[in-house]
């Protein structure tokens, strides 16, 4: 029912673009030229108040793994739960945070694709092979609270990714790579312009044995390399309605299959999501959006003692359906009013059976899920008053968790324990403001202060889940989190774009949700008084000519703050939360097509588990990039990660031990026709 569902719906959205690409054909024939970009609506003239940072498409081109998680690694703070990449990582830890304000596996940091929330509707994680480097323009990124468009959520900041178009691609590219393991990554994209408009088609598929994650040491008979298989296929059109407003039209579909540690031991996520969105930039600017996800899960455990499976968590539908409108009236020069409203509502079910590892007996079956939405209110004014830009922004959000409940029946299908969680909603109001002023025409000074709100996931609610040999119960009763942040900054600009820019932060998230240790071997998600975090972030942006150096460096000083039950966490550091995260990346482009480029990431010590038992090495690690044109078409692609092959330990629970990507080399060739 949900794939027939959600074929009609990307049928209703596509539809209506593919119906103006030929009213666009004629397009020439207005009285106003036409230009279509395939944006939003423009910057914000309170993003420099907020220091946000721009990863373009040259500087996303020096990523060694070809993946996106490893492009916003370049700015320094940015954490997923776990160091894995998308290749070796359980999707659901792949949850987005900065400023050390993690805990647990979920998404503190809101990520948009042109304008869509990205995270799943039910876990709360990121579906990193699904968004592709090669198929973005630009991603701008804003550490510290938010209170725009979807801004609940937003607590340690957000990610706004933009699609690439005809003015960024070739017409047709085709990419291969093979790399020394013999995996593959094989993509393409077709950008036709459509008259007034334009279509760009893309795909990609990456496939491989993977790498042993194991240590030589902790390997059985059934340990097995981290394989993957994964692709990912995207249609976007766009299309002029008239001279200032335009149309666009997405759809998207992917499938990602891993299997980790032990025989047998497979993860999948899929997923097809649609969007609509409407632009209009004449005198009265508005962004209106609709978008509808259909995601699916599953995860089968094996048992690190009779290496048979214990649990199945055969199927997570989840559904994620939201809109957007934002206004921009004609308030005169130099000042920017933002009105707007958004909605999300995601529903998910987990649906999962239990086994003895011993016998394979079937032991329990559980069904847990339920829904919960945000429909959110906001406002923001920005005033520019000569050297000085101030801004203030309000949001009030209603939020509601329903439907909850938790099941579970024996191997004879008799139920044996049913709870149905009371309904919740409420009002809860957010507000951010800030000033910058130009002291001088190379140096600005700013600060900024703000509030912001995150609903716990479905998954933290109702999914309780093991990874060996602990198990992390889940918690129906979960408050919201609430964040208070500081911060101040100085922004140098000295000319031929050298742009550094250097910030002090104060953040506070008060009802933390972490996974709390209450046992031997056994965790629950709880709320914890508060997670402070404290710190500096400096980025610095150096072109030289045909060298440019961009670097980024985040001290965090982060402690949670607890209680009661959980008292034993006072004072400490959050779960996978380091210290220090610094990157730098030296890229050299001698001529067009030309790129030689190498990036050196240092991640400080973390601490596995909330109460610092398990500690995990400090890493440093040196990527590497070549391309060589040969002649107009065709690219020589060499790609180096980890050259150094550092030993990078992602996960230590009672001495059982992960491994991140060790020494990996690629080679391929990137073949262009037209423009």
Wanted: glycine letters at 12%; a positive charge; proline letters at 5%.
């Amino acid at each position: 029912m949900a794939r027939t569902i959600m074929r009609r719906t990307l049928a209703s959205l596509a539809l209506p673009a593919i119906a103006l690409l030929p009213a666009a054909v004629h397009a020439e024939d207005a009285p106003q030229e036409i230009v279509v970009t395939g944006r939003g609506l423009d910057r914000s003239q309170s993003d420099p108040v907020y220091a946000a940072v721009t990863i373009d498409s040259a500087r996303a081109a020096a990523s060694a793994s070809g993946r996106l998680e490893d492009v916003l690694s370049s700015v320094a703070g940015f954490q997923q739960f776990r160091r894995s990449d998308s290749r070796s990582a359980n999707p659901s830890a792949q949850g987005v945070t900065f400023r050390g304000l993690g805990g647990n596996a979920s998404s503190r940091t809101l990520l948009l694709l042109d304008g869509v929330p990205q995270a799943d509707p039910f876990f709360g994680f990121i579906p990193f092979s699904a968004i592709t480097p090669e198929r973005l323009r630009a991603a701008q990124v804003t550490r510290g609270g938010g209170s725009g468009a979807f801004g609940a959520g937003a607590v340690a900041g957000t990610i706004e990714l933009q699609s690439a178009g005809p003015d960024d691609l070739a017409f047709l590219e085709a990419r291969a790579l093979v790399n020394d393991r013999g995996e593959t990554e094989l993509g393409a994209t077709l950008a036709p312009n459509l008259g007034g408009g334009f279509a760009v088609l893309s795909g990609r598929w990456d496939r491989g044995q993977g790498f042993w994650t194991t240590p030589p040491a902790q390997r059985v008979p059934a340990s097995v390399r981290a394989g993957y298989d994964s692709w990912s296929a995207a249609l976007r059109g766009v299309a002029p309605i008239t001279p200032d407003i335009e149309l666009q039209a997405r759809v998207q579909a992917y499938d990602d299959r891993r299997e980790l540690r032990f025989a047998g031991a497979r993860n999948t996520s899929s997923g097809q999501d649609a969007s609509l969105r409407l632009v209009g930039k004449g005198a009265w600017q508005f962004d209106a959006l609709a978008y509808v996800q259909v995601r699916n899960f599953s995860s089968l455990v094996i048992s690190s003692t009779s290496f048979r499976k214990s649990l199945d968590q055969y199927r997570t539908p989840a559904t994620g359906l939201g809109a957007k409108l934002e206004l921009r009236p004609p308030v005169g020069s130099g000042h920017e009013l933002r009105l707007g409203a958004d909605w999300r509502l995601g529903t998910g079910r987990t649906q999962e059976t239990a086994y003895n590892a011993g016998t394979g007996a079937v032991t329990v079956r559980r069904r847990a899920g339920g829904r919960n939405s945000d429909l959110g209110l906001y406002l923001e004014d920005t005033l520019t008053l000569g050297t000085l830009e101030v801004t203030g922004g309000l949001r009030a959000d209603r939020w509601t968790v329903s439907r909850g409940s938790y099941a579970e029946t024996n191997a004879a299908g008799t139920p044996t324990l049913t709870n149905l969680f009371a309904d919740r909603s409420g009002w809860e109001a957010s507000w951010r403001g800030g000033a910058r002023w130009q002291l001088a025409p190379v140096v600005a000074l700013r600060g900024a202060a703000y509030t912001g709100l995150r609903q716990p996931t479905l998954n933290e609610l109702y999914r309780p889940f093991a990874v060996f040999p602990v198990t992390t119960r889940a918690n129906a009763a979960l408050r919201n989190e609430d964040l208070l942040g500081y911060e101040a900054g100085i922004d140098l600009n000295l000319g031929g774009d050298i742009r550094i820019g250097a910030t002090l932060f104060d953040n506070k998230v008060r009802h933390a949700i972490a996974n709390v240790t209450i046992g031997t071997n056994l965790r629950e998600r709880r709320n914890v008084d508060a997670i402070r975090s404290r710190g500096a972030e400096l980025d610095l942006a150096v072109p030289l000519g045909a060298l440019r150096f961009d670097g980024s460096l985040a001290l965090i000083d982060a402690k949670v703050r607890a209680s009661g039950a959980s008292a034993a966490l006072d004072g400490k550091r959050p779960a996978q939360v380091p210290r220090i995260a610094a990157s730098a990346t030296l890229a050299w482009t001698p001529a067009p097509g030309w790129l030689v480029a190498g990036t050196l990431r240092h991640t400080g010590v973390q601490f596995e588990d909330d109460l610092q038992t398990d500690r995990l090495p400090a890493a440093t690690t040196f990527d590497a990039v070549v391309r060589i044109p040969l002649g107009k078409r065709l690219t020589v692609v060499l790609r180096g990660e980890n050259l150094t092959d550092e030993t990078v330990v992602t996960r230590n629970q009672g001495g059982s031990i992960d491994y991140g990507t060790p020494r990996t080399l690629w080679a391929g060739v990137s073949v262009a026709i037209g423009r």
